[in-house]
């Protein structure tokens, strides 16, 4: 169920939190992994463990921010992991600021790393997939991206850009038996979410109908379903794993 023997993922992002999970998790599920992003250290030591599993699995040391030598990169990875079926946009980066403080620098270098790599990206592995009529596009967006939230206009600017831009990955790539989804993650806990004072956690977790915040493996385990041959019918999809936090937007 939810196999992906033979399928190669590309997860960004993938040196900790919600990233390193879904890299585990298309890892546990037969996918050869390529752990992409700055922090070189951390990721050889999770790709070391996955192979001592058993697992296929390279650490692929990425700058989502040098966009215009995304392409070169690509073309030069080694070829057992150039064959990318399975493309998760993970990584993310935040610069909060109220607008009346909000430079054009921190405005642009969001963007730039979650938003603008994910066209480069995309735009450079979707020619395989084509090909090969197969492939499955995820991007993990924020319901900050479909809510709002102040102080982070940038952030949530390039989180609802994602969903835009997989909307129309969804119309152009259908037919080529590649879906393109979005999961739409909420309050996880993560070494981030884990050094919040406890009154702004209690805040928080009292708009989360459910009362709590998700873990990783919750909306690996949203990302693993969407990247399966099950989900060949679901394209274009925001699917939030936020407790209900987002209903209605």
């Known amino acids: 169920m939810l196999r992906l023997?033979?399928?190669?993922?590309?997860?960004?992002?993938?040196?900790?939190?919600?990233?390193?999970?879904?890299?585990r998790t298309l890892s546990g599920q037969g996918a050869r992994v390529v752990l992409a992003a700055r922090g070189i250290e951390r990721l050889e030591r999770i790709a070391g463990e996955l192979r001592a599993a058993g697992h296929e699995a390279l650490a692929w040391a990425l700058d989502l921010s040098r966009v215009e030598e995304i392409g070169a990169r690509i073309k030069a990875l080694p070829p057992e992991f150039a064959q990318i079926d399975v493309l998760v946009h993970n990584a993310g980066i935040t610069r909060d600021n109220l607008l009346a403080r909000l430079t054009l620098e921190q405005w642009e270098e969001v963007l730039r790393v979650n938003l603008t790599a994910a066209y480069a990206l995309t735009r450079e592995v979707a020619r395989g997939m084509i090909r090969r009529r197969w492939g499955r596009i995820v991007a993990v967006s924020s319901v900050v991206g479909l809510?709002?939230?102040?102080?982070?206009?940038?952030?949530a600017a390039a989180k609802a850009g994602l969903v835009g831009f997989v909307?129309?990955?969804?119309?152009?790539?259908?037919?080529?038996?590649?879906?393109?989804?979005?999961v739409a993650p909420g309050f996880i806990e993560t070494d981030m979410t884990a050094?919040?004072?406890?009154?702004?956690?209690?805040?928080?977790q009292a708009a989360i109908p459910a009362g709590r915040f998700?873990?990783?493996?919750?909306?690996?385990?949203?990302v693993r379903f969407l990247a399966s041959t099950e989900a060949a019918y679901i394209s274009g999809a925001v699917i939030p794993v936020d407790g209900g936090l987002g209903m209605g937007h």
Not at 14 to 20: K, L
Not at 167 to 182: C, D, G, P, Y
Not at 195 to 204: A, C, F, G, I, S
């Open 5 to 23: 023997d033979g399928r190669t993922a590309l997860v960004t992002g993938a040196s900790q939190g919600i990233g390193e999970e879904i890299a």
């Open 195 to 204: 050094v919040l004072p406890e009154d702004t956690r209690k805040t928080y």
């Open 147 to 155: 809510m709002g939230n102040a102080g982070q206009a940038n952030y």
């Open 214 to 222: 998700a873990s990783p493996e919750e909306v690996a385990a949203a």
């Open 167 to 182: 909307k129309s990955l969804a119309r152009e790539l259908a037919s080529r038996a590649i879906t393109a989804n979005v």
